[in-house]
């Protein structure tokens, strides 16, 4: 039972781990103003262009440094 409990912890914190990773690539990618060839506008094809570019966007060397800067960004401000 402790083992099985173990595996899903493991893998509920690689899951979170991802989605974190994910998520600091789009907000740092869209605070530094990548993909703003697809302006401002409000249509939903532009809106899921820019989405789509944001979420793809490498911004840093390693997925390490998005989880860093996502753990420490609370402290920073």
Request: positive net charge; contains cysteine; proline residues 3%.
């Amino acid at each position: 039972m402790r083992t099985i409990l173990l595996l899903l912890s493991v893998v509920l914190n690689v899951w979170l781990g991802v989605t974190v990773v994910r998520l600091e690539r789009f907000h740092y990618a869209s605070l530094l103003g990548y993909c703003e060839q697809y302006g401002v506008e409000n249509t939903p094809v532009v809106r899921l262009q820019k989405e789509k570019c944001l979420d793809e966007t490498e911004t840093r060397v390693s997925p390490w440094w998005h989880i860093y800067y996502a753990l420490t960004d609370t402290i920073r401000k």
